[in-house]
């Protein structure tokens, strides 16, 4: 996020459109620590930005017209009108309905948000899982709340990012990805309780203690996670139900044993255990942090990753592959990170490891005939703010 992208991103702006911007913004995206599922389920979770953003230049405009154009894909300007949008016409779908679902958010809640001239261009990678919708939702939701002055707090641009992704979008996505995007601090990472929306900056200084989290993108995306994160999201709610409690949240680990017992299906038991066993390790986790002792997390995040590949089964050959490799190569700990079924891991490792662990991981993938991972290290950067 620096002057010179900003500056980049509105002469494009200007390019395209004719006039100046009245200002650029920047929106990260996020990487999860630990905390995987859990917020749809009123749980915990613990993420941190990536200095990876989502920048969009904006002109305000008061005649109703959103026109909206994007560096990174193919096409033209898409032009719509404010009034018109709903959950059915967003424009054709794809990646203008994350921009456009954010305004038409915004108007449901009763504010007074009319066109505006938009360009984005993102440097968070696609299909990662790393939250690049939510870093487009969120970057536009701050450049309108500043347009148009409603004074609304990061946390609460985060509820209406999640509300365009879940009823103009479509995907029933938890808080959390705009929640991180929106509200988290530089070398921190955000502990979210992702029921009253409380957060909490913990530090993250890996680098103090000879420390690094790398970022594995697998570059892999299969056609086996479609619809499955509703379906885990269904199935969690069915246990809930089942147990005669609000949400998974409810459900304390030292009563997991007996609560398991009462379920009768099996994929029941295993997503209720996923749940509950991810809360009490991003407790733990956190402990670890304030502790001042990062590599003990190391362990509960591979724990994490069992858990996810075995209960939730939401992992791939791919992420196994990383986790596998890098822990043998002597990471301190690795698992899958976001949706699953492709996308990113992540692995805790000794500062002097990591040249090491990246190029036992790239030759894993190179031996197995896949495309090369991109790895790069997790730097704990800010959340969403206004750049010019």
């Not at 100046?20 to 630990?34: Q, T």
């Not at 915004?106 to 919708?133: K, Y």
């Not at 500043?146 to 009823?167: F, H, K, T």
Request: aromatic content about 4%; overall charge negative; glycine content about 12%.
């Amino acid at each position: 996020m620096t002057d010179v992208a900003a500056a980049t991103v509105a002469e494009q702006f200007t390019v395209l459109y004719g006039a100046r911007p009245d200002g650029v913004w920047a929106a990260p995206g996020r990487v999860n620590l630990i905390g995987e599922y859990t917020d749809f389920n009123d749980g915990f979770v613990l993420p941190l930005a990536l200095p990876h953003t989502a920048l969009a230049a904006v002109r305000r405009r008061d005649d109703g017209v959103l026109r909206l154009h994007s560096a990174d894909v193919d096409g033209g300007v898409v032009q719509l009108r404010a009034d018109d949008l709903a959950p059915s016409a967003d424009g054709g779908g794809g990646w203008a309905a994350y921009p456009a679902g954010v305004v038409w958010a915004l108007r449901e809640a009763g504010h007074a948000v009319g066109g505006a001239d938009i360009h984005l261009t993102s440097t968070v990678p696609t299909g990662a899982g790393l939250s690049s919708s939510a870093a487009l939702e969120v970057v536009t939701a701050l450049a309108l709340n500043d347009l148009y002055a409603l004074g609304l707090s990061g946390a609460r641009l985060a509820v209406v990012a999640q509300r365009a992704e879940n009823a103009f979008v479509g995907v029933p996505c938890g808080i959390m990805d705009q929640t991180a995007s929106a509200c988290c601090a530089q070398g921190h990472a955000l502990h979210l309780d992702t029921r009253d929306l409380t957060r909490r900056q913990v530090p993250f200084d890996l680098a103090a203690h000879g420390l690094e989290l790398l970022v594995v993108d697998t570059r892999v995306k299969h056609a086996l996670g479609d619809g499955a994160y509703a379906e885990r999201r269904e199935g969690c709610e069915a246990g809930a139900r089942a147990l005669g409690v609000r949400a998974l949240r409810d459900v304390p680990h030292a009563g997991l044993a007996r609560a398991l017992t009462s379920l009768g299906d099996e994929r029941t038991r295993r997503y209720v255990r996923h749940v509950v066993t991810e809360n009490h390790r991003v407790e733990r986790v956190i402990a670890h942090l304030d502790a001042g002792a990062p590599r003990a997390v190391g362990p509960l995040l591979t724990e994490g990753h069992t858990s996810l590949r075995d209960d939730l089964r939401v992992s791939c050959a791919e992420l196994d592959l990383v986790v596998r490799t890098a822990n043998a190569a002597g990471a301190l700990g690795a698992r899958m990170t976001g949706g699953g079924f492709g996308g990113s891991a992540i692995a805790l490792v000794e500062s002097a490891e990591s040249d090491t662990i990246t190029k036992s991981i790239e030759a894993a993938f190179e031996s197995a005939g896949l495309t090369p991972p991109r790895v790069f290290p997790a730097l704990p950067s800010p959340g969403a703010l206004r750049l010019a």
